[in-house]
């Protein structure tokens, strides 16, 4: 890993084998850059050895800081009333102290709690909103400029149905039935739907959002949860977009025709959630495999009804076991 200046040339520099150059930030997207510059000096800083030069490194430092400075300058304080509210929610959201925070970003203890409260006077340095914005993997401008306790996207929201959906699951305060498909027999409510179907042992799923001849490989059992309070049933099916491809997973609710006097009396639909093989929802892979996970640990668990494991409870708590 290359750390010379020897190929500093047209005020580019390499650390690490990436280049880099020094940037004057004339924007929100500049001052982004800048501080990416930054943080890449002062951590080819850190890595260097007792006995090497660091003056040109230092050097480098200090001029990005003074540009980043001379933007900040332009443009003023920046809004505070976000900013506190968000690293509160943040630090709750991931069980944290706030002194837990500032030891991880290595910054003096009290200086978090002290700056960022609502009406004070004093603000956070943008070089610590930046450590922030990158500890939690959160956009800088998201969390300067939005309220992150408030779904701003349907990526938010398909997130925290997800994170709901897999803390009831956890509890048991919501359970999910198998409804097959692979590993089980399929449930008679797919029969006609044209969603599944096998062809050389393999079964497929037909998303119904696209062409008919469109299929990719059902990967597992399918499971459904009826006690969301949503009036419908909702599903989700593991499934492949080839034999080579990760596990994807897609939502989709469920009802039936429950009207006695309709043609259609007990015919089942289903319609279109939302899947985590498509932008922007593939960060979404891995909160819906967590649980999805749950839901296949739960379903081999002990079945209890909810009055046998009421009177195991209280008898544990009187016994002190």
């Not at 639909?269 to 498509?278: D, E, G, H, I, P």
């Amino acid at each position: 890993m290359s750390r010379r200046y020897d190929e500093y040339t047209d005020g580019k520099f390499e650390i690490y084998g990436e280049m880099y150059e020094l940037i004057e930030p004339e924007n929100f997207e500049g001052l982004l850059k800048a501080l990416k510059v930054k943080g890449a000096l002062e951590t080819a800083i850190s890595g260097l050895m007792h006995d090497e030069d660091s003056s040109t490194w230092c050097s480098l430092l200090q001029e990005q800081d003074n540009y980043i400075q001379e933007y900040l300058n332009t443009i003023g304080d920046f809004d505070n009333s976000h900013l506190v509210g968000n690293i509160n929610y943040l630090a709750k959201k991931y069980n944290l102290r706030i002194g837990e925070i500032e030891n991880m970003l290595h910054i003096s203890a009290g200086y978090i709690s002290r700056t960022a409260r609502e009406n004070s006077p004093k603000k956070l340095s943008i070089d610590v909103v930046w450590k922030l914005a990158a500890l939690f993997g959160i956009d800088l401008r998201a969390l300067l400029e939005t309220d992150l306790q408030i779904p701003n996207s349907n990526t938010d929201l398909a997130a925290k149905f997800i994170a709901k959906a897999l803390s009831e699951t956890e509890s048991g305060h919501i359970e999910w039935i198998c409804n097959g498909g692979c590993a089980s027999e399929l449930d008679e409510s797919f029969n006609g739907s044209r969603l599944i179907t096998q062809q050389d042992d393999v079964t497929y799923y037909h998303p119904m959002y696209l062409s008919n001849t469109a299929k990719f490989i059902l990967d597992d059992d399918i499971f459904a949860c009826e006690n969301f309070d949503l009036h419908k049933e909702v599903l989700i099916v593991p499934f492949k977009l080839n034999n080579t491809s990760k596990t994807h997973y897609e939502f989709i609710f469920r009802h039936s025709d429950d009207n006695e006097s309709s043609p259609t009396f007990g015919a089942y639909y289903f319609t279109r959630m939302f899947n985590t093989a498509s932008d922007p929802f593939a960060d979404l892979d891995i909160r819906a495999e967590q649980l999805y996970k749950c839901i296949k640990d739960r379903e081999y668990d002990t079945q209890l009804s909810a009055g046998a494991k009421a009177i195991i409870i209280q008898y544990l708590n009187r016994s002190g076991t």
